[in-house]
């Protein structure tokens, strides 16, 4: 193969290359796979406070931001142990509150198998509603519950998942673990009406919609990536 044909080649397989230049500074995606233009914000009239684990921050796909993204009024807070930290602290000290932590275990009451009324009277009249949700892995987030000794007094809720995740392209322990997004919208699903929140407008469907969107953004790329890669095997001098 002479310079020019070598060259040549080289120029057309970075152009087919998938481009990893810009990324969107709200969601943190590459300007492809950018999910903002499918978030739809709303008002739960619940206050989620979603602690993130900073290993989950960094990466691009963690539905915990995408669901502050699309909260209003949501609170998103890094770190792993929560214990001194003033917002949290505020927040459980703020007489105005109640506060409930989204976490599974044999220690959390399952809203699932509570009637409406039932669960209406999670949230005490004239309190606001604040649930805390815990983002990272599912031993990440451990690790976070066990080292932040303020949540360890909070009442614990959970659910039962009534079909399995959608969240395909991160690999979940069992199908029927919920990403944090795809749990919180559960949550509003079970506990909304009673916060004054009407469930029957569909509204926190939004959090779904952005988060099937950006699944099918994330698989077709990879899609795309793995089919670039072997046109590159198989194609003579590239």
């Excluded at 999910?35 to 009239?45: E, V």
């Excluded at 979940?172 to 506990?191: M, R, V």
Aim: charged share 25%; aromatic share 8%; hydrophobic share 30%.
């Amino acid at each position: 193969m002479n310079v020019e044909s070598y060259l040549e080649q080289r120029r057309t397989r970075l152009a087919q290359e998938p481009k990893f230049r810009k990324v969107c500074g709200t969601c943190r995606q590459p300007d492809f796979t950018c999910y903002c233009r499918h978030l739809r914000p709303f008002n739960p009239l619940i206050e989620f406070v979603i602690l993130i684990h900073p290993l989950e921050m960094r990466r691009r796909i963690a539905s915990g931001r995408m669901s502050h993204l699309s909260l209003t009024g949501s609170r998103l807070i890094a770190g792993y142990d929560y214990s001194e930290n003033p917002e949290v602290n505020e927040l459980l000290t703020d007489s105005r509150n109640h506060c409930v932590v989204l976490y599974p275990g044999k220690n959390s009451q399952n809203l699932t198998h509570l009637s409406e009324p039932q669960r209406a009277e999670l949230f005490p009249n004239g309190k606001r509603p604040v649930v805390i949700a815990i983002d990272g892995t599912w031993s990440t987030a451990r690790k976070m519950m066990n080292r932040s000794r303020n949540l360890f007094k909070l009442p614990r809720i959970c659910f039962t998942p009534p079909k399995p995740s959608n969240f395909r392209v991160r690999q979940q322990p069992k199908p029927e673990c919920y990403s944090t997004l795809e749990a919180i919208h559960h949550i509003i699903e079970l506990t909304g009406q009673g916060c004054g929140f009407d469930t029957a407008s569909r509204a926190h469907d939004g959090l779904l919609h952005a988060f099937d969107k950006m699944v099918e953004q994330q698989l077709e790329f990879i899609r795309t990536t793995h089919q670039w890669r072997r046109r590159s095997r198989h194609t003579p001098g590239v």
